[in-house]
């Protein structure tokens, strides 16, 4: 009989490896989630902020992400390979991976996307853009939205949003522009558009 325990309780200790993360996971207070998903929306991997349990795993050449599961556990694992990542933690039933960025100073490719959210209500979509660095500290996001054609460009100067390429309406006020910083990313806001940019886009040499 103790045998069969014995053998029972390894079975599930396998089978529990084995499940997926649940997207309905209850974040625990210690771990403060940014998003709603991560890579994607409804992803059971959430970006975490700074908080006492986090901060001494933060610094500018990663993002954060956890994880609900063991560092052991196949999801988990799985997970962190598939983007690069590194286990760094395991608090509260989370486990954290930093998930390195690109290197200040390296200029996007074409491919290169961002999430963006084109009209209040819309679902986020994904933008192409490519950085401009023009020395002294200042860049410029270009951004493609998914039509191909609509273009907006965001200028920073030391780390900071300092405008975009907005005009003046026929009608109504020009469209007001907003950013505020994450640990990885500016969410700059452009009259009803909103784009997340990463840090390291924003940055320049």
């Known amino acids: ?116 959210t084109l009209a209040p209500g819309k679902l986020p979509e994904q933008c192409a853009y490519h950085v401009v660095r023009k020395g002294g500290g200042i860049s410029v996001v270009a951004i493609t939205q998914p039509d191909g054609k609509t273009t907006r460009s965001i200028f920073f100067a030391n780390g900071r949003v300092t405008g975009a390429d907005v005009k003046k309406p026929e009608s109504g006020p020009k469209p007001r522009i907003t950013s505020t910083r994450e640990v990885d990313r500016f969410i700059v806001a452009i009259g009803g558009e909103e784009y997340e940019v990463p840090v390291t886009a924003a940055i320049a040499d």
């Open 1 to 116: 009989m103790a045998f069969r325990s014995t053998a029972i309780a390894a079975v599930l200790c396998v089978l529990s490896a084995a499940l997926p993360a649940r997207a309905d996971f209850d974040w625990p207070m210690s771990l403060r989630a940014i998003d709603a998903g991560y890579p994607e929306k409804g992803s059971p991997c959430r970006r975490v902020g700074e908080t006492a349990a986090t901060s001494p795993y933060l610094d500018d050449s990663s993002i954060l992400v956890g994880c609900p599961g063991a560092r052991s556990s196949i999801f988990v694992t799985k997970f962190a390979a598939a983007q690069n990542g590194r286990a760094v933690a395991y608090i509260d039933g989370v486990t954290l991976i930093a998930i390195p960025l690109r290197k200040p100073g390296a200029t996007s490719g074409p491919a290169t996307r961002l999430r963006c």
